[in-house]
């Protein structure tokens, strides 16, 4: 495998592989990266499984609930397991070539408020049946000290940024949009509102496919400036970062019903760009330029639209040469091997927790090995 090495005593470099599957329900994105839980030292191999319809229907059922049924959180869990294993095997890889899994599992309920949050997905099952040890539950513990739990990659994106000059803003156009704000030592994240998560839906439901694949089908509706004015509205706005959204909070349902599928994609679009405009308020300075990751960063009508809401330059990450299809899952074995380290996760300017806060329960692989600072040691 190619810039990936084994662990050994004089770097203590951690081989972690994350993995990533995000509110827009569209699939599970493994990666490897090397890290010494500060810098990402290297880059490996990825791969991604898009969900079969029928599974991204059930998955779809658990949305909003508190809990899971037992036979979907397995299902869940060995489907993920299955694109760790076929990873390694397309790799040459072993599991003792991974130091551990990074496993954020799918956010099925989220209300920071209530100091709730729910991602399913089994860690000693991640870990049994790949036999690697395994970190899951990133978000658990922020969110029980009074964190938002929200957004989760703003550490990475600082770890890539550290060549960069800002002020910077990553935007993550996932089923959620986030933005992390990087100036130096200031790190400052929060969600800026809906991305793809209610225009994805919008177009299954009209049309049974998954997305609106290069924003064709928006680019052609013209916008109800009315029932935009009515989701722009929302008072999440106006509350001041960090600040975390739930994948259905917004009640667009009722907001959009009626309308034709082209101006119904065309409204939801453009509500994804005027939130963004809406973030600019809350930011501490007028970025330089705008990075682009998540699946929204293929949507050029969208990135149109952001560029003319922002007001500067926009592109996607790959243009500095970050893996913009993996980046999530990249964040997740970086946040696992800050988790076995014991370095914080998130911070008061990223999830507005009290102060920077670790997390993560560790699951160990039964013959595996477990790591401690970057050295084998028996499990």
């Known amino acids: 495998m190619t810039n990936i090495s084994r662990n050994d005593e004089e770097t203590q470099r951690f081989c972690a592989l994350g993995l990533m599957s995000g509110t827009s329900l569209d699939g599970v994105d493994a990666a490897i990266i090397e890290t010494d839980g500060h810098r990402v030292l290297a880059h490996g191999p990825v791969s991604s499984l898009p969900y079969e319809r029928d599974f991204r229907a059930r998955l779809r059922t658990a949305l909003g609930q508190r809990s899971a049924p037992a036979d979907l959180i397995a299902e869940f869990t060995r489907m993920q397991a299955a694109t760790v294993l076929e990873l390694l095997a397309a790799n040459g890889l072993a599991a003792a ?14 209300d920071p408020a209530n100091r709730l949050t729910v991602q399913i997905g089994d860690g000693q099952l991640m870990a049994e049946l790949t036999g690697i040890n395994t970190v899951a539950g990133f978000r658990l513990a922020d969110v ?7 957004p989760f990659a703003p550490l990475y994106h600082r770890a890539l940024a550290t ?10 156009l996932g089923g959620v949009g986030n933005v992390t704000y990087i100036d130096g030592e200031i790190v400052l994240a929060f969600d800026t509102g809906p991305a ?5 839906d919008w177009i299954n439901r009209h049309t049974g ?4 694949a290069g924003g064709e089908i928006a680019a052609r509706g013209i916008v109800d400036e009315a029932r935009l004015a009515r989701l722009l509205d929302h008072p999440y706005f106006d509350l001041t970062p960090p600040k975390s959204l739930d994948r259905d909070q917004f009640p667009v349902a009722a907001v959009v019903e009626g309308l034709s599928l082209e101006a119904g994609a065309a409204t939801l679009l453009r509500f994804t760009s005027e939130s963004i405009r809406r973030a600019l308020r809350h930011l501490p300075g007028r970025p330089r330029r705008w990075l682009l990751t998540g699946g929204g960063r293929k949507n050029p009508e969208l990135v149109r639209l952001i560029g003319e809401a922002v007001g500067a330059p926009v592109d996607p990450v790959e243009a500095v040469g970050w893996r913009g299809d993996d980046l999530e899952a990249e964040a997740f074995a970086f946040l696992a091997v800050r988790s076995l380290s014991g370095l914080p996760l998130s911070l008061p300017t990223t999830t507005g927790v009290p102060s920077p806060m670790t ?19 028996s499990a």
């Open 144 to 150: 029980a000290a009074g964190g938002e739990g929200a």
């Open 196 to 200: 793809n998560a209610l225009l994805d």
């Open 209 to 212: 496919a998954p997305f609106d």
């Open 359 to 377: 997390g993560g329960t560790f699951y160990a692989a039964p013959t595996g090995h477990a790591t401690t600072n970057g050295r084998r040691v």
């Open 97 to 110: 070539d991974i130091d551990v899994i990074g496993f954020h599992g799918q956010t099925i309920f989220h």
């Open 163 to 172: 060549e960069l000059d800002g002020p910077l803003a990553v935007l993550n």
